[in-house]
């Protein structure tokens, strides 16, 4: 099979933590031995865990060397130790075998060690890679490999993998802001859309953002909590309220959820501010708030269903659609009409 | 990786030929060396065209063998002639490998000879398929790989497997109906919706469609063709109009189609006796046939657009999300509301 076709597999795995990595890129890797044999997927799932080349060489590891695999395991969450680890306890298992990365590999000493140098010292034979980074910790593992002798190759599906990582250039550039809904098959919006596992991934999303905006009618006709009580954390984000009005019935759940900041404003100020924002409505605040985000995120059911429908008009480009249990997300771009 | 990654590969590629396979069921194989290696994904396309093994085992001995690929691509489309080619010529490159089909290989000597034959004369050592036939022509593949001394394994993600399968098994009880609309991404159904892959696709169903149903007030309203010239062979479908009133201007398009029975009626028993029907409609029809069809497929554009929503209730299931250029296609089983 073709270097693309390992590249979208590594893709693929990637999509399911994007934005979740935040304030880091999401990242895939797959790995291929040295007889073409496909041995592992891997993805760099949130900040402060194994970068994907990482959580890729782990599991393939773990298949090859069953005996290592309990304590490969023990240190999933210790970056630091498991690659340290790795590295004592290979004994040459992923010699001559080739790594398909969305990114190239770091060289950066981060809260982890730098990833082009673990490839190099466990003797990968080829390097794969997407998206070449052009200022960040990335750099130079390209050239750190080649002078080691392995054998590069960049710009497969590149831009795909420039796609998966425009997040992470935009909060590195400041501020990222993606509108959030819900949909059923055939348009609605309103009533219950999205199964619990949608709802989980809306909640890990709410835990990561640094600013939750909503309109002011939403918050009188829903009265909403917008927490993250689902999510593992549960840490629930900051709100600005999108309103003329600034008076609210203080009994609306979202006021009493502890530890966070509630803004009732008229003005867009805060959202422009945010390193990174979710914006979460319907047809009238996307209208609203067109020429501010440009993402789209849509948690599609699977259900023909009566009620409201989204009446706007807007041409999108989907860049990746990921299951999530009965639903599927739609990570869409929005392309000029 | 697992049997399920494989099987799932050789899934995604049989979906692509849904439908059109008909009368013959959609097939996919997927091929790994004796290393673990993906060495090809196939799928049946066509009848008359070469069996999803012959197809995989034909793709992978380009790979293996370049020497054979001019050959072997020559006779694609004459698959007694590339079995006896492949059979003289293999030299044993497949030695080892192992098959992972969705269907039991078959024993029959139909059009093309058997599968089951061809992967245990090429010294294949391991099959792996999802849906076991009971009765048609798969019947005894199994047995006889068994027999040949090569290891099987039997319903791996069966119901996916089964699922692919169901139109395959109604036709061989006599029918199959599904219904067929082109969605926007919030629901809108009027307007230009599909792009050329999309319509193209379309036009393939229709041309090996026993019957096309349509509503009565669509002809009048939208004065449709509904012909099959995007279409390889440019065969358009006989038309039942379902319609209470029985005159319609002669002039609309569908009626000067070559070749082609279109006939009026208000009662549905040329539906219930079409072996291959599919039903192109909207809200109206979708609710006055609902009984009919047990299959519904969905266009989906990738725009927000203005127009007339679905309005409809129905719970769905999606079997398969297959890409089509720009647009999805939707697959979707009809459960119980």
Redesign the interface.
């Known amino acids: 099979?073709s270097d693309e076709f390992f590249m979208k597999l590594a893709l693929d795995e990637a999509w399911k933590y994007q934005l979740l990595t935040y304030p880091n890129p999401a990242v895939g890797c797959a790995i291929v031995?040295k007889?073409?044999?496909?041995?592992a997927l891997g993805a760099h799932k949130c900040a402060g865990k194994a970068h994907a080349e990482l959580g890729a060489v782990t599991l393939a590891l773990c298949e090859l060397k069953p005996e290592l695999k309990s304590e490969l395991l023990r240190l999933e969450n210790s970056p630091n130790e498991l690659y340290d680890f790795i590295l004592k306890n290979h004994k040459g298992a992923l010699n001559g075998a080739c790594a398909f990365v969305s990114l190239e590999p770091c060289t950066h000493f981060g809260k982890t060690p730098p990833c082009a140098l673990l490839l190099r010292d466990l003797g990968f034979c080829r390097v794969v890679f997407g998206s070449a980074d052009l200022g960040g910790q990335a750099k130079g593992g390209a050239k750190l490999l080649a002078n080691a002798g392995v054998s590069v190759a960049q710009s497969t599906l590149k831009s795909k993998c420039d796609e998966l990582l425009e997040p992470f250039l935009a909060w590195q550039s400041g501020h990222f802001a993606f509108f959030k809904l819900a949909?059923?098959?055939?348009?609605?919006y309103t009533g219950k859309i999205s199964s619990q596992i949608a709802q989980k991934h809306c909640h890990d999303l709410r835990s990561k953002l640094d600013l939750l905006v909503i309109g002011g009618n939403t918050v009188r006709s829903d009265r909403p909590i917008l927490d993250a009580r689902f999510s593992t954390t549960k840490h629930a984000p900051d709100v600005l309220i999108y309103s003329r009005k600034s008076e609210f019935e203080r009994q609306i759940p979202l006021f009493s959820v502890l530890n966070r900041k509630v803004d009732i404003k008229n003005d867009l100020e805060l959202l422009k501010k945010a390193k990174f924002a979710m914006i979460e409505g319907a047809g009238r605040l996307f209208k609203a708030l067109e020429n501010e985000f440009s993402w789209v995120l849509?948690y599609q059911s699977?259900?023909?269903?009566?009620g409201s429908?989204?009446?706007?008009?807007?041409?999108?480009?989907?860049m990746h659609?990921t299951p999530l249990g009965a639903d599927?997300a739609?990570w869409?771009k929005v392309r000029e009409n």
């Open positions: 099979m031995d007889n073409g044999k496909l041995l949909l059923s098959l055939n348009g609605v849509i699977k259900s023909f269903k009566k429908f989204l009446d706007i008009s807007k041409s999108l480009e989907i659609s599927t739609l869409c």
